[in-house]
């Protein structure tokens, strides 16, 4: 069983930056292919980014392109969202997900909530103006 926990999230003056973490169980996890997503109550949840296994392969939602990285450390079976120069519409709690099908790395499929098997709880990011 995959165990996901996110750490990191807190609040931030718009223009300022915030590393998330999440922490995964498993041995193997550098099978995993990661992803962060993010969502306000009431909303759709939206993908923000995605990293391959290895971590040669990114993948970003426009919104966040140039602003955020996404990077990997599968010695310490973690992911991280770094996020800079934040705006007040990226206030939202972030969830990152994991997927152990092993299947070929695609930003586009990647993009897609429903092809990740395991979710973490959330940790909220504010961002003030």
């Known amino acids: 069983q995959v165990q996901l926990v996110e750490s990191g999230g807190g609040l931030v003056q718009a223009g300022g930056s915030l590393r998330l973490s999440c922490a995964a169980s498993?041995?193997?996890?550098?099978?995993?292919?990661m992803g962060w997503f993010r969502q306000n109550p009431g909303k759709e949840r939206d993908f923000v980014a995605a990293?391959?296994?290895?971590?040669?392969?990114?993948y970003y939602a426009d919104s966040v392109k140039g602003r955020f990285t996404i990077v990997r450390d599968n010695l310490k079976n973690t992911v991280y969202l770094q996020m800079n120069s934040l705006k007040p519409e990226d206030t939202e709690v972030y969830y990152c997900?994991?997927?152990?099908?092993?299947?070929?790395?695609?930003?586009?499929?990647?993009?897609?909530?429903?092809?990740?098997?395991?979710w973490g709880q959330g940790t909220q990011v504010t961002v003030s103006s």
């Open positions: 990293v391959s296994w290895s971590g040669s392969s990114t």
């Open positions: 997900a994991a997927d152990d099908s092993r299947s070929w790395f695609s930003g586009n499929y990647y993009a897609n909530g429903m092809n990740y098997e395991h």
């Open positions: 498993g041995r193997t996890f550098s099978m995993y292919h």
